[in-house]
């Protein structure tokens, strides 16, 4: 059984271009979750998705930062004009029932 | 926002030594999780408790889950050298977010 998927394990942006940061869940796994990490520091929750559907986007910024998890292909994370704030790396989490969540490898993202 | 606080930040130890980290939190929580993250890696779920007062072994790993749902520890018996990484607590209110600890940065010293 494949895991998480994340894609790019690393991304570099230069400020003001858009990133695009994917995520397959595992097989069966319908909901996901999208975290981000600074260094040193623990996961802070961004946004949830259930199938074509946001359910909880509290600690999502309002501006910049849109989710989405469509019927068919992976979730998409989307920061436009990026900041050199965002860089940071990214973790995608998918459950299959509201309970224990999986994590993918993360994406990191770089803002020149 | 709820604030999760872990202690120590960072243990050096000697191979073959136990450990044990715990941590806190402002709010109570309906579920405690434990997760440890390799360097360029997510974090991976070592252990996950339900209830108040359970106590959840995962080979050399034992876990609980405090009495006021405002804490967990997390004990290592017998450390080896890949137990190094960073050890995050988690707690969880509803089903859905996760909220994170500030993470126990953990050497073994062969």
């Known amino acids: 059984n494949a895991g998480v998927m994340q894609n790019p394990r690393h991304l570099v942006r230069r400020r003001g271009q858009e990133a695009r940061l994917r995520c397959s869940p595992m097989?069966?796994?319908?909901?996901v979750y999208w975290y981000r990490q600074l260094p040193e520091e623990g996961l802070k929750f961004m946004v949830y998705?259930?199938?074509?559907?946001?359910?909880?986007e509290s600690g999502m910024p309002k501006e910049r930062f849109s989710a989405e998890f469509p019927k068919e292909g992976p979730s998409i994370l989307r920061i436009q004009q990026v900041v050199r704030g965002d860089s940071a790396a990214y973790f995608c989490?998918?459950?299959?029932?509201?309970?224990?969540?999986?994590f993918g490898p993360g994406t990191r993202l770089l803002v020149l | 926002g709820q604030q999760l606080n872990q202690s120590p930040q960072s243990m050096f130890i000697q191979e073959g030594e136990d450990v044990s980290m715990n941590c806190t939190s402002s709010?109570?929580?309906?579920?405690w999780l434990w997760y440890k993250q390799d360097p360029g890696e997510g974090p991976v779920l070592l252990i996950a408790l339900y209830k108040a007062g359970e106590l959840t072994s995962n080979g050399r790993l034992t876990a609980q889950f405090g009495i006021t749902r405002k804490d967990s520890f997390l004990n290592i018996s017998a450390s080896i050298p890949s137990d190094v990484g960073i050890y995050f607590c988690a707690g969880q209110l509803e089903a859905n977010n996760l909220f994170f600890g500030t993470g126990t940065r953990l050497t073994v010293i062969p």
């Open positions: 709010s109570i929580f309906n579920t």
């Open positions: 998705l259930q199938k074509e559907n946001i359910i909880d």
């Open positions: 097989k069966g796994h319908s909901h």
């Open positions: 989490a998918s459950s299959k029932t509201q309970e224990t969540q999986y």
